[in-house]
């Protein structure tokens, strides 16, 4: 991804997308003969064609419309995508859309688009600050905002200015990203969404749309003033490719909103029932934090590529005799293999490729008390680089430190949880006492607990199913769950465990055994009584919408899996250990 896109968040819409969706508001949603319609970053103005596209200008007397962009050479492109007609009034406008917003109180009849993505990290202080004061206004416009989150998305302060812009028959359109049907920092808007409107759809798509990058996106419509009532409510659309649109041709899902637990909106792929099965046995089994005395976030460092070296670097820096602070460390979890125990041979694996697994655990002393070599190389991380780099001691994170090149929270943990994963969740066991970053949850068990029982018990259907359904998940498959969603997974921990069960699932899993497979192993050990086939189906249709079938040979890994023999090949291995 370029500095641009990621400063500016300027992903343009699919042109069969904007055409979808402006048909179907004109044909569907639309009303009256004068409109007003607001695109508040209309990009090169695929939106704006498609809409005037989708218009009959016979059939209204005026139409008013306000274009929005930061590039003066898109807006322009868009500009001249408005037809000439003395029925249209048009405003463009070279400036940021919230600035406008908060000095200015119009309404439309229409707001459509697809705003800007930037996290909050990468917006200027100005823009930051405008967010703050939508947010703020938002907040003060319903009940339903009791929280004093802050907004992590420039997305999230357009879809909050838009819903208070829209009049009282106005239709909302945007193009967003799918964070706003998982993330709980999202919860209060999915909220005020449903309470603003009477009919809510959105339409999910089983690919990924915008070329080169992996942002999963929605496509959300609001519409206010609907009379008739058994019109209102919200549904769900999964559109398994963008070609299916010109027909038009989708799946309308379930409506799961009314729920109370299970609640985010990404669980419209499931049955009531389905939930509500999921849900009993989720409340039969206590939580991993029930068992577990730690499971916070591994080490955070500030500066990995200072602190973590391979042993070339080491060497190069005059470092590899400091045995007292050269620690162990696994810097990501992809470098991990599958497995259920993580091993010093693992480890030392991972060290002869010339890994970056070395951490430096420097002592919190002054460095006038340090060796010379130490100080040698402190002195490199504090001294200034070309394009913004070096003067490490500066970041935030180090002044917060009595030294800044000591690290805190450095304890060593007996399981490690990876924090984001591909085709399944991994947890294994810390046998090599390797040091984790924060790509990692660091696990410690209360004293009548084993991290070996909580590791093979954690490898079922169930809590398999629940971490699909509790975590969220982002472009290209990745599902990852926060601290608070991991520790909060109901388990079936099994105390019984043998260390021959343990071996066979570790070897399994360094096999690359298909994890329908590995599966089939442990349920027979931890949930014998349960209906896993059922579970199975659950759980392969929620990861087959992660990882929206990318490819025919992953459609065939997931979705031909035989039930059937998947339970004999159970019977027959449980038959072996036991």
């Not at 044909?27 to 607001?38: A, D, F, H, T």
């Not at 991380?381 to 009595?402: F, P």
């Not at 000591?406 to 390797?434: D, M």
């Not at 982002?474 to 109901?490: A, H, I, Q, R």
Request: glycine fraction near 4%.
């Amino acid at each position: 991804m370029s500095n641009t896109k990621k400063n500016t968040g300027s992903y343009y819409t699919p042109k069969i997308l904007s055409e979808f969706l402006s048909n179907h508001i004109v044909q569907k949603y639309l009303k009256g003969n004068k409109i007003s319609v607001l695109e508040p970053s209309c990009g090169d103005g695929e939106f704006v064609s498609s809409f005037f596209k989708s218009l009959d200008l016979n059939t209204i007397d005026n139409i008013s419309i306000d274009l929005f962009d930061i590039n003066g050479v898109e807006l322009a492109k868009a500009d001249a995508l408005i037809p000439l007609s003395d029925k249209i009034d048009k405003t463009i406008n070279h400036q940021d859309y919230l600035k406008h917003y908060l000095e200015n109180d119009d309404e439309y009849s229409l707001i459509i688009g697809n705003p800007p993505y930037v996290k909050r990290s990468n917006l200027k202080k100005v823009q930051v600050k405008s967010c703050d004061e939508v947010h703020k206004r938002f907040k003060d416009s319903s009940n339903l905002v009791v929280s004093n989150g802050k907004i992590n998305n420039i997305w999230m302060a357009f879809v909050e200015a838009a819903i208070m812009s829209l009049n009282q028959n106005g239709v909302l359109c945007f193009v967003i990203p799918s964070e706003i049907l998982q993330v709980k920092y999202a919860k209060e808007l999915r909220a005020l969404i449903i309470d603003k409107f009477d009919r809510v759809e959105v339409f999910a798509f089983n690919e990924l749309i915008f070329d080169g990058i992996q942002q999963d996106v929605v496509a959300l419509i609001g519409v206010k003033g609907i009379e008739n009532i058994n019109q209102h409510g919200i549904s769900f659309y999964q559109v398994e490719q963008l070609d299916d649109l010109k027909e038009p041709k989708f799946t309308e899902k379930n409506n799961n909103i009314h729920r109370t637990t299970l609640d985010k909106w990404t669980n419209y792929i499931l049955t009531d029932d389905e939930l509500n099965f999921v849900d009993y046995l989720k409340n039969e089994h206590k939580q991993i934090k029930f068992y577990t005395e730690k499971a916070q976030v591994g080490i955070v460092s500030a500066a990995n590529d200072y602190f973590i070296l391979n042993d070339k670097e080491l060497k190069e820096n005059k470092l590899s005799r400091f045995s007292s602070i050269v620690k162990p460390i696994l810097p990501k979890g992809a470098l991990v293999p599958n497995v259920a125990k993580f091993t010093s041979f693992d480890f030392h694996y991972l060290k002869n490729k010339n890994v970056k697994v070395n951490f430096l655990l420097f002592p919190n002393l002054p460095k006038s008390k340090l060796d010379v070599k130490l100080i040698n190389y402190l002195t490199k991380g504090e001294k200034k680089e070309k394009e913004g780099k070096g003067e490490l001691h500066l970041r935030y994170k180090m002044t917060l430190r009595d030294n800044w090149y000591h690290v805190p929270s450095t304890w060593l943990s007996q399981g490690l949880f990876v924090k984001r994963c591909h085709k399944y969740p991994k947890i294994f066991v810390n046998e090599a006492n390797s040091l984790a970053t924060d790509s990692f949850y660091r696990i410690n068990m209360k004293e009548n607990y084993n991290i070996k029982n909580l590791v093979f018990s954690f490898y079922n259907s169930l809590t398999f199913v629940l971490a699909e359904l509790e975590g969220r998940f982002y472009g290209g498959g990745v599902l990852e769950l926060t601290p608070n969603e991991f520790k909060e997974l109901s388990i079936p921990y099994n105390k019984n465990i043998t260390d021959k069960q343990f071996d066979i699932l570790d070897k399994m899993l360094r096999e690359d055994r298909n994890i329908e497979d590995i599966l089939c192993f442990t349920n027979s050990i931890i949930i014998p009584n349960l209906d896993t086939i059922k579970l199975e189906e659950i759980r392969i249709k929620l990861v087959n919408r992660r990882l929206k079938k990318t490819t025919k040979q992953q459609r065939d890994n997931i979705e031909v899996y035989d039930f059937e023999q998947t339970h004999t090949e159970e019977r027959n291995l449980n038959i072996l250990v036991n």
